[in-house]
């Protein structure tokens, strides 16, 4: 009996973690108080906010209130080449290196005021974070519609590029 209850609990709390969705981050730079610029920390994404854990402070966003997010470039940071005779580090030359991408997020806080932050956090996280950004916001999604790309509307009227864009003989 107390083979299974170990067990069961064992299960419960590692299904637990893996749903809390917990990843690596480091706040880059932006206009949170709380936070000081390359502090590193854990997002957790939870159903309606993603918060971002650090040992002094704890930052949380309700995605209902993201009005931006942006992925930056993808950077790829080589790791230091050790000589062909340390057999042991022989594996860091044949596994891919580690690739990071930079995140910014503009959003409302509880006291009404716009701001700004960027994180970096792996690749795969970002992709991630991003499309739960989108689906659970609904300004983000709007900004990013394929059709504009294709159609003139009010709301590309921007990028339109003037009279040139009309097709002449």
Do not use: C
Request: aromatic share 8%; proline share 4%.
């Amino acid at each position: 009996m107390r083979f299974l209850t170990f067990t069961t609990l064992t299960v419960l709390a590692g299904g637990l973690l893996a749903a809390a969705d917990p990843s690596s981050v480091t706040y880059v730079k932006g206009t949170i108080d709380e936070l000081s610029p390359n502090t590193g920390g854990t997002l957790v994404n939870t159903g309606k906010s993603m918060e971002i854990r650090t040992p002094l402070h704890s930052v949380q966003v309700p995605y209902g209130q993201i009005s931006k997010a942006e992925l930056g470039a993808i950077q790829s940071r080589t790791p230091e080449t050790d000589a062909l005779y340390k057999v042991w580090t022989l594996h860091k030359r044949f596994m891919p290196s580690p690739q990071t991408q930079e995140m910014t997020v503009a959003f409302r806080n509880e006291k009404g005021q716009e701001q700004t932050m960027t994180i970096e956090l792996s690749r795969k996280a970002a992709a991630g974070l991003y499309t739960t950004i989108e689906r659970s916001s609904g300004t983000v999604a709007n900004a990013n519609w394929w059709g504009d790309d294709y159609w003139k509307t009010t709301r590309n009227k921007d990028s339109w590029g003037g009279a040139g864009t009309i097709a002449q003989k």
